[in-house]
C-alpha cells in the first residue's frame, strides 16, 4: 500500500488516523508531528488520507459484520465550500453503521444510490424507519421492488416495510453526533470529491469503535492496532 512513499509507512497510518479519529486540524497535526522531530506539510497530510482512507475502508469492507434486519435512515448536512449537502447515513437496531451517501443534492436519484449501494452490500431488511421524508420512501420502494422483481431464487420475497417515525429515529440522530463532531473543527471541505473521501474515513474510524469488523488472530483490537491489520 505504502510502496514508494518517501515517509516510513508507520508516521503515514499515524496521521492519517490522528486525522480521521480525534477532533484536530491538519495544520494541529503538522505542529504535533514537528514536536517528534518530524517535519510534514499539513497539505501532505491532507493527500495522504485522500489516498489511503478509500483503501483502508475497502479492506475495511471486507472484514464487516452482518447488520441486523431493522435499519434507520436518516439525512444530516456537511458543509462544502459554504453550501450545505446531503450525507444520508443508516444504522440498524443496535447501532451499527449499514451504509452512508454524501451527496450534493438531496433528491430521488441520490437517495435510490443510497439504498442500493446499502441493499448491494446487506441484502434487504425486513423494516426500514425513516422520518418524513417522501423521497426515501419512493427510493426505497423503487429500489425494493426492482430487487425483488430481479430475484432468481423461488423464493416469495416479502416488500420491505416502512414506517415513518421522527421519534423511532432518535437513534441515528444521536449517531449523527459523532461524525458532526469530527467534522466541526475541520471548517468545512473544499470541494464535494474531498468531502466524500475524508467522511468515509470518518465513518470506517467510527465502525471501527463499534467493533463492528472480524479479526481473526486478535477479537478485541485497539483502532491502531485495526489500523495496521488493514494496512498489512
Not at 490522528?18 to 506539510?41: H, K, N, P, T
Not at 443496535?94 to 439504498?115: I, N
Not at 459523532?178 to 464535494?192: A, D, N, Q, W
Amino acid at each position: 500500500m505504502f510502496r514508494g512513499r518517501q515517509f516510513d509507512p508507520s508516521v503515514i497510518l499515524l496521521c492519517v488516523r490522528w486525522y480521521l479519529a480525534y477532533c484536530l486540524s491538519l495544520r494541529d497535526l503538522e505542529a504535533i508531528m514537528a514536536e517528534r522531530g518530524i517535519a510534514v506539510d499539513h497539505t501532505t497530510i491532507r493527500r495522504w488520507t485522500v489516498r489511503y482512507a478509500p483503501l483502508l475502508l475497502e479492506r475495511f469492507n471486507r472484514r464487516k459484520r452482518c447488520v441486523t434486519g431493522k435499519w434507520h435512515i436518516d439525512e444530516t448536512y456537511i458543509k462544502v465550500r459554504g453550501q450545505w449537502m446531503s450525507f444520508t447515513r443508516a444504522i440498524d437496531s443496535v447501532g451499527d453503521t449499514v451504509e452512508f451517501w454524501f451527496s450534493e443534492q438531496r433528491d430521488l436519484p441520490s437517495a435510490k444510490q443510497f439504498f442500493r449501494k446499502a441493499l448491494a452490500r446487506h441484502g434487504s431488511p425486513d423494516r426500514v424507519v425513516i422520518d418524513g421524508s417522501q423521497t426515501n420512501q419512493e427510493a426505497i420502494v423503487s429500489c425494493d421492488t426492482t430487487n425483488r422483481l430481479q430475484d432468481r431464487s423461488r423464493r416469495r420475497l416479502k416488500p420491505i416495510r416502512i414506517r415513518k417515525s421522527k421519534y423511532l429515529n432518535n437513534r441515528i440522530e444521536q449517531d449523527h453526533r459523532r461524525i458532526k463532531r469530527r467534522v466541526r473543527p475541520m471548517l468545512g471541505f473544499k470541494s464535494p470529491r474531498s468531502a466524500a473521501i475524508i467522511l468515509s474515513g470518518i465513518e470506517m474510524v467510527h465502525m471501527m469503535r463499534k467493533r463492528q469488523a472480524r479479526y481473526a488472530f486478535n477479537p478485541n483490537p485497539s483502532l491502531a492496532e485495526q489500523l495496521e491489520i488493514l494496512a498489512a
